[in-house]
């Protein structure tokens, strides 16, 4: 597609849920990222992706959040047993290559309530 | 060593004047300074980016001052238009790492016509 794109849009789950995200990176793009972003916050890395590489996950939070990427392209990002301090809204950013400078672009991400 | 400080929180002018944001960082292995504008309900996009080894970009309206040796970075936004209302954010990140950017804590700019 045209853009990055992530679904749903919106998830509101109760505490203790497994709620999976889902990211579909720009074609072509080679390194993808999750990111959270808390109300009224900046970005927070999650996890990077590149090609067959094993991925860095040296910014997940807790052994709650993991995510995968298939065929080297859709991405789901799944956090188990969900806790309120997870509401946020996770972005996914996709990148032609990881060096060079590249910008990302960004997905509109999804907004998760835990209640 | 990681973080990235982003000043001010918030930021109000009037149409046709200049909007400043400022940026430290601490990691001096940074290489890759990106700008980016978040509209509400949308991913932030890329505004404009500067490496090390120069001292100014400019981009239209917008313009990126870097001072290497005070490891900071301002983003300048000229002639400022209602259209810019919106939130920006620094970044820092070291490309030979995959580009891993760390974020400063954003900036909300309203441009009263």
């Known amino acids: 597609g045209a853009g990055v794109s992530q679904s749903p849009s919106n998830k509101v789950t109760e505490k203790g849920k497994d709620v999976e995200l889902r990211c579909d990176p720009i074609?072509?793009?080679?390194?993808l990222y999750w990111y959270r972003q808390s109300l009224g916050q900046g970005l927070e890395f999650l996890i990077y992706f590149q090609g067959n590489s094993a991925p860095d996950k040296s910014g997940l939070p807790s052994d709650r959040f993991s995510a995968e990427r298939t065929g080297g392209s859709v991405s789901t990002l799944t956090i188990q047993r969900t806790q309120q301090e997870d509401s946020a809204v996770y972005l996914c950013?996709?990148?032609?290559?990881?060096?060079?400078?590249?910008?990302?672009?960004f997905g509109s991400g999804t907004r998760l309530t835990v209640v | 060593q990681q973080q990235v400080k982003q000043s001010p929180q918030s930021l109000i002018v009037q149409k046709g004047g200049i909007s400043i944001i400022n940026c430290a960082y601490e990691n001096t292995a940074f290489d890759y300074f990106p700008w980016y504008q978040q509209f509400p309900g949308k991913g932030p996009a890329l505004l404009i980016a500067i490496r090390p080894d120069v001292s100014e970009k400019k981009e239209g309206r917008f313009t990126i001052s870097f001072n290497k040796s005070a490891k900071q970075f301002s983003l300048h936004i000229m002639d400022s238009q209602p259209g810019d209302s919106a939130t920006y954010f620094c970044?820092?990140?070291?490309?030979?790492?995959?580009?891993?950017?760390?974020f400063g804590g954003g900036t909300r700019v309203l441009v009263k016509p």
């Open positions: 074609s072509g793009h080679t390194a």
């Open positions: 970044a820092a990140g070291k490309v030979a790492a995959g580009n891993k950017l760390t």
């Open positions: 950013a996709s990148s032609p290559a990881p060096g060079g400078g590249y910008g990302y672009t």
